[in-house]
């Protein structure tokens, strides 16, 4: 059974700079790709990075450059490291990791609101 727990999300200003983490369990974790997504108000579950067991990285064009996804496989931990905020990036952030089948499973979110 996989468990994945998201946390980090606060409120901040505009420019301003969060670090999401997201915390899994389970026995496939270290052999899954991972990512997070982001849901804002209204809106379709949005993809916004990736990262591979090995560490192979991949990014959505509007948070290329701003954001950084990586991985600490011995914490079984996630994280994103969001730079540069602006009020768009406000949202529930959800943390996806996907086994070698196919199966995926989610977080719980976690929100980020940048005010201006």
């Known amino acids: 059974q996989v468990q994945l727990v998201e946390s980090g999300g606060d409120l901040v200003q505009v420019g301003g700079s969060l670090r999401l983490s997201c915390v899994a369990s389970?026995?496939?974790?270290?052999?899954?790709?991972m990512a997070w997504y982001r849901q804002a108000p209204g809106s379709w579950r949005e993809y916004l990075a990736s990262?591979?067991?090995?560490?192979?990285?991949d990014y959505a064009d509007s948070v290329k450059g701003r954001f950084t996804v990586s991985r600490d496989n011995a914490k079984n931990t996630m994280y994103l490291q969001m730079n540069s905020l602006k009020p768009e990036d406000t949202g529930v952030y959800y943390c996806?990791?996907?086994?070698?089948?196919?199966?995926?499973?989610w977080g719980q979110g976690t929100q980020v609101t940048v005010s201006s």
């Open positions: 990262v591979t067991s090995s560490g192979t990285t």
């Open positions: 389970g026995s496939i974790v270290s052999t899954s790709a």
């Open positions: 996806q990791l996907v086994s070698n089948g196919g199966t995926g499973y």
